[in-house]
């Protein structure tokens, strides 16, 4: 095939409705690849989907059919054109759809182009180029990456509904399974009350020799600050008993600042003598081990009521803790002996890091130590049931592919709930709901109030709603379309031979903005502990892979310098392999988001050096507005 000169792209843009559709979409959560499973930076659908389409159509050069094509361009962008749950016609959606797919096809002399995304991360890019008809090839150096893509580009079109049907099974089997265990952890009240959760504060002794009291540390004591309901806790100062207890009040009878409590910054204020802890100070206790933590709140919620309520902890309430924490010693022994690993987390997170190395400064250094006893409790007893539902399948005669894709998955809602149970999980009395442990962050940050979610109840973030949300966001592209292929490997090395590919559309690591592996050794720890027998090969490491991983990091790679000349050695080398692996024909779109005129200039003296030229650029807007990076 002798393409002309230039791509739709290269020629023209839908640029402004593009960039509206890519912002919107970031608020849209319901039925969207990002409920699937949480990963970094990921690319909106609708910039992928459009960029694809205009990168692999041929420019015509007549203006009015260059302008036909832009007007599909636009057309296929919004949300509502693949979105399950659209009120636009299904088939309206799907024509516009297929008019793509043919004329795809029509350019690249009947047949589907091959497509390559190398550094595919969470599938955006390759989930569109799959939807387009487009033979597609998604490759990822992180292994959680690649589970995840195997969930989006592989499994639902290669087993479709049957796999819906088979996850909803075996996702409500696990938490009946589960409940058997951990019911009497999580005790109902009197008149049928729920626990939501239950509210923590950590603790420090009061560096005043004269007052000692236990301090409890919290950002502030909302526990619902809503237009209809204002609720929060108010601190007593018993002098007489040098403590600090609690009462619940509401609307008129909060005569305080709930805002203000008694720790910012770390550095921490003892509200029954005034006395202050600076930050040094607060985590060297952290450190030495003189933190503890109180039960401060009750969330509940009565099936049949609208609302929460919320009540001090009672005896009751603590008595079922305590009795989780000599449940979690035998359960732990007990999965030790059976997995040939400790069940909880004991990996150590790696420092210095400034995404992940919080806990650790204070006195927190395992991801095992992100959950208090009853999270820890919790958290085993899923992934146990998780793994034992893999093995009922292939005893009542399920095919061994479609349990591994079965299993796969139930591991992946697993990965939601772990971001739900951990003790770096707020709650967030404007909308008073849990927050979890990533908070729309690229970070883990210290906390010192936390919200233990009951990971049994049907409410929010627990196991049976994240069934749904997960299902939700299941089967994306209609299982007419291919399959993708995925393969685990590096960018700088790729599997593939020689002007394979018509095109590379990728999303390259934005330099030093994320630290992807050090971000999903969250997860992978725990998929090695769900699913790591099953695909052995993607666990040879304790933690995930780094010392290819392509991106600037000082502290990684021995300084600022060093770290520079790393990023541009191996992204000069990734465009290199992308070069070799395209057709003489081809083209490479390449997305790349830096606010340092250091990193755009690594990025382009790699093009350079890799033989790549450019041809085009537009400057996609993508974020939205309120958002703090975007801002």
């Known amino acids: 095939m002798n393409r002309p000169a230039q791509r739709l792209i290269e020629a023209d843009f839908p640029l402004q409705e593009v960039s509206e559709h890519s912002a919107r979409e970031k608020n849209i959560r319901h039925g969207h690849i990002s409920t699937l499973h949480i990963w970094w930076a990921r690319r909106p659908l609708a910039s992928s989907r459009a960029t694809a389409l205009a990168a692999l159509l041929p420019d015509p050069e007549d203006p009015a059919k260059r302008k036909k094509l832009l007007e599909l361009v636009k057309q296929i962008a919004p949300w509502e054109v693949v979105s399950r749950n659209s009120r636009r016609s299904d088939a309206g959606a799907e024509r516009l759809l297929e008019e793509a797919r043919r004329l795809l096809r029509e350019a690249h002399d009947g047949e589907a182009p091959k497509v390559l995304d190398p550094f595919a991360g969470g599938g955006a890019i390759p989930l569109e180029a799959l939807r387009l008809g487009c033979e597609t090839y998604a490759l990822d150096y992180n292994p959680v990456a690649v589970l995840i893509l195997k969930c989006v580009l592989e499994y639902p079109q290669r087993y479709g509904e049957k796999l819906v049907e088979a996850v909803k099974r075996w996702g409500g089997w696990v938490l009946e399974e589960a409940r058997k265990e951990l019911a009497a ?37 909302w526990l619902a600050k809503k237009s209809n309901k204002k609720v929060a806790l108010k601190m007593l100062p018993d002098r007489a008993n040098q403590r600090i207890d609690f009462e619940i009040v509401e609307e008129d009878a909060i005569d305080f600042d709930p805002g203000e409590g008694t720790v910012s910054r770390a550095n921490v204020r003892c509200p029954l003598c005034g006395g202050p802890i600076d930050a040094d100070t607060t985590r060297r206790l952290f450190r030495e081990g003189r933190a503890g933590q109180r039960m401060v709140a009750v969330v509940l919620h009565k099936p049949g009521t609208q609302g929460k309520r919320y009540r001090l902890p009672t005896e009751r309430d603590l008595d079922a803790f305590r009795k989780a924490e000599e449940a979690l010693e035998e359960k732990r022994a007990k999965l030790w002996e059976k997995w040939g690993m400790d069940p909880v987390p004991d990996e150590e997170i790696i420092k210095p890091c400034h995404e992940v190395d919080r806990p650790p400064m204070y006195g927190m250094p395992t991801w095992g130590d992100l959950l208090n006893p009853r999270q820890k409790l919790s958290l085993i007893t899923f992934a146990e049931k998780v793994r034992e539902a893999h093995a009922r399948m292939l005893d009542e005669g399920a095919e061994a592919e479609f349990a591994k894709a079965v299993d796969l998955n139930l591991a992946l809602i697993f990965d939601k709930l772990s971001m739900f149970s951990s003790t770096t999980c707020r709650w967030k009395p404007t909308t008073t709901q849990i927050i979890d442990a990533f ?28 069934i749904g949300v997960h299902l939700s966001s299941f089967l994306p592209v209609p299982l007419h379309n291919p399959v993708g292929h995925i393969e685990h490997g590096s960018a700088a090395s790729l599997p593939y031979p020689d002007a394979h590919f018509d095109a590379v559309l990728t999303d390259p690591p934005y330099y030093d903005n994320v630290n992807y592996s050090a971000l999903s050794d969250f997860f992978y720890v725990w998929l090695k502990r769900t699913v790591g027998d099953l695909y052995p090969e993607l666990f040879a490491t304790p933690l995930t892979p780094k010392s290819e991983e392509i991106v600037a990091d000082p502290n990684r790679q021995g300084g600022r310098q060093e770290a520079e000349k790393f990023f541009e050695e191996r992204i000069t080398q990734a465009f290199r392999e992308i070069h070799r692996v395209l057709k003489p024909d ?18 382009i003296n790699a093009l350079l050096k890799a033989g790549l030229y450019l041809t085009a650029s537009w400057p996609v807007h993508t974020e939205m507005g309120a958002r703090l990076n975007a801002q």
């Not at 940050?445 to 929010?460: A, Q, R, V």
């Open 586 to 603: 081809g083209i490479a779109v390449i997305v790349f988001a830096h606010k340092t005129t250091d990193a755009w200039e690594a990025i």
């Open 185 to 221: 952890f999580y005790p109902h009240d009197e008149d049928g009350s729920i626990p939501v959760g239950y509210l923590w504060a950590r603790t420090l002794p009061c560096q005043n020799p004269e007052c000692g009291a236990e301090i409890p540390l919290m950002r502030q004591t």
């Open 439 to 466: 908070s729309g962050r690229q970070a883990i940050p210290m906390t010192w109030d936390y919200l233990e979610l009951n990971t049994i109840s049907d409410y929010s973030a627990s196991w049976r709603n994240l």
